[in-house]
Every structure is written in C-alpha cells, then in structure tokens.
C-alpha cells in the first residue's frame, strides 16, 4: 500500500505564508513526479505546481513567483508566499509512482489539508 499524508495547512492573513508538507510512504519502487493539486468550493481540482524526478518543475500562472515546489527523497514541498483570499482551497498531494512489483506508474493521492487565507 501507497499513503501520500500532507501537513502544513491551515488559517493565515492575506499576504502570509504557508509550507505544506507531503511523505510518500509504502512499498515504492520509483517516484516520476509528485505535485499539488488544489479544490476552492464550487470549482474544479486544479493543478498548482509539479515536480519530477529529473527536478524539472510546473508552477500554474496564477501561483507563478509566490510558490516554490521542491522534492527531497519522496517528500514534496510547496513554499506558498504572498498568499491571497483566491488561494483558499483544499490542497492535495499528487505522486506518478511505481509499486513495488506492478511494472508501472500509477496516479497517487492524498487525502488534502486545508489552506484558509483571510482578507
């Protein structure tokens, strides 16, 4: 089994900052990319910023120069700076990674932490 467990979440003012946290735990043969991905009430699950393996990243336009994604050894960061009402959303992590014994990649999540930014 796979768990993907985030921390780092919570309530903070606009223009504060926030780490969030993700460990990939489980029988893992190899991690491709990990990344975040964030949901706002009402709207769809959004990709926010992504990593792989090869340290090649992707930070949406709407984070672009106030989040940092980095990766360490099956943990992923994301350095959120700057931050805004609009980023108030659930946060989940994302990893494309191949079980132990599976022969391929498969899509990975987490159960999400909450990011709340007030005005």
């Known amino acids: 089994q796979v768990q993907l467990v985030e921390s780092g979440g919570g309530l903070v003012q606009s223009g504060g900052s926030l780490r969030l946290s993700c460990a990939a735990s489980?029988?893992?043969?190899?991690?491709?990319?990990m990344g975040w991905y964030r949901q706002a009430p009402g709207k769809q699950r959004e990709l926010v910023a992504r990593?792989?393996?090869?340290?090649s990243t992707y930070i949406a336009d709407a984070v672009k120069g106030r989040f940092t994604i980095s990766y360490d050894n099956g943990m992923v960061y994301l350095q959120m700076d700057s931050l805004k009402p609009e980023d108030t959303a659930v946060y989940y992590c994302?990893?494309?990674?191949?079980?132990?014994?599976?022969?391929?990649?498969?899509?990975?999540w987490g159960r999400g932490t909450q990011v709340t930014v007030s005005s």
């Open positions: 994302n990893a494309d990674l191949m079980v132990s014994g599976s022969g391929y990649y498969d899509d990975y």
């Open positions: 489980g029988s893992i043969l190899s991690i491709k990319a």
């Open positions: 990593i792989t393996s090869g340290a």
